[in-house]
């Protein structure tokens, strides 16, 4: 998906309105696409048995969900960014985001489950998130991908340590996703990004559980 720079100050409110509902829809109606690389694609289907694989699925729905809230995040980031660079640069984090998300899918698919139904909620309340961010300034804009990126890198690590060798195909994407988020948080710190209050990132991490909690069941 090729998400398109907003121009704020050129385009109409009704305009980015429309744009923006567009960029949702794109994002919650996501179906793979094959044309991408996606990591461990060729490789062999685990036989797992049924509680296992039910977990995997769990975990997997998660880190689908996490990313369709990184696609609302940045786009709510870079809607509001102050400069043009901030913006470029989080569009283009947006558009590597959107790989993890087509990664996330495929694997779902293959473990022949659903995306989890709380998916609009989350896209809603990281858009807002994110605009809030930005509406403080770049620097906080930023900070706010450095502390998000730390703490998806972490919860990554959770679940490469719970899958192990189980399902390699899973284990395979969450290694490159990880990969990803680690080299997005230092770019947010190179271009500017400054530590978010400790309280802020409380916030974050507690409402990160709610959506780990609910995703992992619907
Ligand atoms: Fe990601
Ligand atoms: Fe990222």
């Given at each position: 998906m090729n998400i398109k720079p907003i121009k704020a100050n050129n385009e109409s409110f009704s305009n980015l309105i429309m744009t923006e509902f567009d960029h949702m829809l794109k994002v919650l109606n996501h179906k793979t696409q094959f044309n991408q690389k996606i990591p461990g694609q060729k490789m062999q289907e685990p036989d797992l048995p049924a509680p296992k694989a039910q977990h995997i699925a769990g975990?997997?729905?998660?880190?689908?969900?996490?990313?369709?809230?990184?696609?609302?995040?940045?786009?709510?980031?870079?809607?509001?960014?102050?400069d043009e660079k901030t913006k470029q640069h989080l569009i283009k984090a947006a558009q590597e985001e959107h790989d993890h998300l087509n990664w996330c899918q495929s694997r779902l698919d293959e473990l022949g489950v659903q995306t989890s139904v709380t998916n609009p909620f989350w896209y809603a309340h990281s858009f807002a998130i994110g605009s809030l961010a930005a509406f403080f300034?770049?620097?906080?804009?930023?900070?706010?991908?450095?502390?998000?990126?730390?703490?998806?890198?972490?919860h990554l690590q959770e679940h490469i340590d719970d899958i192990g060798d189980d399902?390699?195909?899973?284990?395979?994407?969450?290694?490159?996703?990880?990969?990803?988020?680690?080299?997005?948080?230092?770019?947010?710190?190179?271009?500017?990004?400054?530590?978010?209050?400790?309280?802020?990132?409380?916030?974050?991490?507690?409402?990160?559980?709610?959506?780990?909690?609910?995703?992992?069941?619907?």
């Amino acid at each position: 998906m090729n998400i398109k720079p907003i121009k704020a100050n050129n385009e109409s409110f009704s305009n980015l309105i429309m744009t923006e509902f567009d960029h949702m829809l794109k994002v919650l109606n996501h179906k793979t696409q094959f044309n991408q690389k996606i990591p461990g694609q060729k490789m062999q289907e685990p036989d797992l048995p049924a509680p296992k694989a039910q977990h995997i699925a769990g975990l997997m729905r998660i880190n689908h969900t996490g990313e369709v809230c990184a696609q609302a995040l940045y786009n709510g980031q870079a809607l509001m960014a102050k400069d043009e660079k901030t913006k470029q640069h989080l569009i283009k984090a947006a558009q590597e985001e959107h790989d993890h998300l087509n990664w996330c899918q495929s694997r779902l698919d293959e473990l022949g489950v659903q995306t989890s139904v709380t998916n609009p909620f989350w896209y809603a309340h990281s858009f807002a998130i994110g605009s809030l961010a930005a509406f403080f300034g770049d620097a906080i804009s930023y900070g706010f991908v450095i502390e998000t990126e730390k703490q998806v890198e972490s919860h990554l690590q959770e679940h490469i340590d719970d899958i192990g060798d189980d399902d390699p195909k899973s284990l395979k994407i969450l290694q490159q996703m990880q990969a990803d988020e680690i080299r997005h948080g230092n770019e947010a710190k190179d271009a500017g990004g400054v530590e978010l209050p400790d309280p802020i990132k409380r916030v974050m991490s507690g409402m990160s559980k709610i959506m780990k909690f609910v995703s992992y069941r619907v």
